[in-house]
């Protein structure tokens, strides 16, 4: 895990086209958080090499707490006080955190992974961000 942060952080990655923009445009109307399973450090790693950390207030993951998505998304949700949040995301796993959390899910299709019941699908961020806007 130590590795993998070490070269994330060296190396960095690909955003995907029209994210950096986008979240700096929601982030101007919306506090945006963070919910993963990654390990711990991935998530302040990832923020840092892509500079995107400002634009976040709270992120929460299994590698700092040991618990599941469901489980760290309730807690960002108390922590911050969220009465309307929405979960964004591009697997089953995140719809299945966000239908225990009983709030709405939106699935990103260019993600990693197919979802069968989400409230509402886009096929780019750049979509998405004109939907909230």
Not at 47 to 54: A, E, H, K, V, Y
Not at 55 to 73: Q, R
């Amino acid at each position: 895990m130590e590795e993998d942060n070490r070269v994330i952080s060296e190396l960095g990655g690909e955003l995907y086209e029209g994210v950096p923009a986008g979240l700096g445009k929601l982030s101007a109307k919306l506090p945006l958080f963070i919910v993963s399973n990654c390990q711990a450090g991935y998530i302040e790693t990832f923020l840092d090499w892509s500079t995107l950390r400002p634009l976040f207030k709270d992120f929460e993951c299994w590698g700092n707490t040991g618990k599941p998505k469901a489980d760290n998304l309730r807690a960002v949700i108390d922590r911050n006080g969220l009465r309307s949040p929405i979960y964004v995301g591009d697997t089953e796993g995140d719809q299945r955190a966000a239908r225990d959390c009983r709030i709405p899910f939106i699935h990103m299709r260019y993600g990693f992974g197919a979802c069968e019941a989400p409230d509402v699908s886009f096929e780019t961020f750049g979509q998405f961000v004109d939907a909230q806007l």
